[in-house]
């Protein structure tokens, strides 16, 4: 079994690193004979994990249609949702206009 060309080291303490600095918990990705100095200088730790295999681009597509999926069900459902309150209020109205008129009916009667 050939050696991953990169590894993950855990940072030790705060340290620059590709143009930002990284402090622990966390993981830096290098070829081993770069991680070198680093481990000399005690800034990361000498155990070194296999490198995480990035995401094929299927995947990433994959990811990207599920997430966009998810808005488009979130979105549909709070439109059915807006529909359903908007019929339930003009039901209301309606109901509470023809109580109107029926109190007013019943008042026209007593009164004649």
């Given at each position: 079994?050939?050696?991953?060309?990169?590894?993950?080291?855990?940072?030790?303490?705060?340290?620059?690193f590709?143009?930002?600095?990284?402090?622990?918990p966390?993981?830096v990705?290098?070829?081993?004979?770069?991680?070198?100095?680093?481990?000399?200088?005690?800034?990361?730790?000498?155990?070194?994990?296999?490198?995480?295999?990035?995401?094929?681009?299927?995947?990433?597509?994959?990811?990207r249609?599920?997430?966009?999926q998810?808005?488009?069900?979130?979105?549909a459902?709070?439109?059915?949702?807006?529909?359903?309150?908007?019929?339930?209020?003009?039901?209301?109205?309606?109901?509470?206009?023809?109580?109107?008129?029926?109190?007013?009916?019943?008042?026209?009667?007593?009164?004649?």
């Open positions: 079994m050939t050696e991953p060309t990169e590894l993950c080291y855990p940072v030790l303490t705060p340290f620059k590709g143009g930002v600095i990284v402090k622990p966390a993981f990705q290098m070829r081993r004979d770069a991680a070198n100095a680093y481990i000399d200088a005690g800034v990361i730790s000498n155990e070194d994990k296999a490198a995480l295999v990035p995401d094929s681009d299927a995947e990433i597509e994959a990811q249609l599920a997430k966009q998810d808005a488009a069900d979130q979105e459902e709070a439109q059915r949702l807006a529909k359903e309150q908007t019929a339930a209020d003009e039901q209301a109205v309606a109901d509470r206009k023809a109580a109107d008129e029926a109190k007013a009916a019943g008042s026209r009667k007593a009164g004649k």
